[in-house]
T-cell receptor, first 115, second 113 residues
């Protein structure tokens, strides 16, 4: 049973426009969320994170929004650039119990930014 | 400069052979992790280690083994008991398990023929 879901396998956006990548989770014990970016045949690179005590975190062109009541988070990229084309993974973690610190990943969304 | 190295980038093995994937970090991180990625799938946790000489099974540990004799090194052995070993393997580390940002190596693509 998937605890972290990225229901859109792919997304295509025009350069300069906004990209919105979505992520849903089922476990209400998750209290920390991360976004990673991955190019083919490379390791993921950390992009941005958000704690459950916040509903927004911004870093340059990247903003993550968290809606705890809906168990939903989204990553906004504004403006989108061709170099943003990659697979984006959403990940979640909880700060207690035997799984403390372990990341649960979604299946990823492939973003294509067209010039 | 600091980082995580995995070697080799591509690895080919015959079915039935054990193979060990290397992971080294010079970030002075306490925690290290091994993940597996299959096409169209997210990353799945194989094993993790919080401290030297200690490691725990992740979600898909069957057919794999690890060791953590040094803080810098966390090799993964894919044994012949692993039914579908062909995959992209990723090693990661974090300062400690309470700090959730994990930093990943470049990965090793293992193909079993």
């Amino acid at each position: 049973d998937q605890q972290v879901k990225q229901n859109s396998p792919s997304l295509s956006v025009q350069e300069g426009r906004i990209s919105i990548l979505n992520c849903d989770y089922t476990n209400s014990m998750f209290d920390y969320f991360l976004w990673y970016k991955k190019y083919p045949a490379e390791g993921p690179t950390f992009l941005i994170s958000i704690s459950s005590i916040k509903d927004k975190n911004e870093d340059g062109r990247f903003t993550v929004f968290l809606n705890k009541s809906a168990k939903h988070l989204s990553l906004h990229i504004v403006p989108s650039q061709p170099g943003d084309s990659a697979v984006y993974f959403c990940a979640a973690s909880m700060n207690y119990g035997g799984s403390q610190g372990n990341l649960i990943f979604g299946k990823g969304t492939k973003l294509s930014v067209k010039p | 400069d600091g980082g995580i190295t995995q070697s080799p980038k591509y690895l080919f093995r015959k079915e039935g052979q054990n193979v060990t994937l290397s992971c080294e970090q010079n970030l002075n991180h306490d925690a290290m992790y091994w993940y597996r990625q299959d096409p169209g799938q997210g990353l799945r946790l194989i094993y993790y280690s919080q401290i030297v000489n200690d490691f725990q099974k992740g979600d898909i540990a069957e057919g794999y083994s690890v060791s953590r004799e040094k803080k810098e090194s966390f090799p993964l052995t894919v044994t012949s008991a692993q039914k579908n070993p062909t995959a992209f393997y990723l090693c990661a580390s974090s300062i400690k398990r309470e700090r959730f940002e994990q930093f990943f190596g470049p990965g090793t693509r293992l193909t079993v023929l």
